[in-house]
């Protein structure tokens, strides 16, 4: 069971840290609302499954999850002719 909190953690961080990077660079208008409530429903999913241990377990991980966060980030950018954006964002996690 414990790896499969950790798999779910790492998930939701992921998509935390995709769709806060969509808010902060991509020009788009729209889907900003529902980014913020992917944010959200992924927070939650969060809280309802991190404990310490796990909170432990996924530290070291976070640059990963970022990496791969910020990858699908650009990559849904480019695809919708946001290259730019998609350029401007951070390499390292924040």
Avoid at 17 to 39: F, M
Avoid at 50 to 77: K, S, W, Y
Wanted: charged share 30%; proline share 5%; glycine share 4%.
């Amino acid at each position: 069971m414990g790896q499969s909190e950790l798999n779910t953690v790492r998930s939701q961080t992921r998509r935390i840290i995709e769709h806060l990077l969509k808010l902060e660079y991509s020009p788009a208008a729209d889907p900003r609302l529902q980014w913020r409530r992917s944010v959200n429903e992924a927070r939650d999913e969060v809280a309802d499954h991190l404990t310490t241990a796990l909170r432990h377990d996924l530290e070291p991980d976070v640059a990963t999850q970022f990496d791969r966060g910020r990858r699908n980030a650009g990559l849904a950018m480019i695809e919708h002719g946001k290259r730019e954006a998609a350029k401007a964002l951070p390499r390292t996690c924040p």
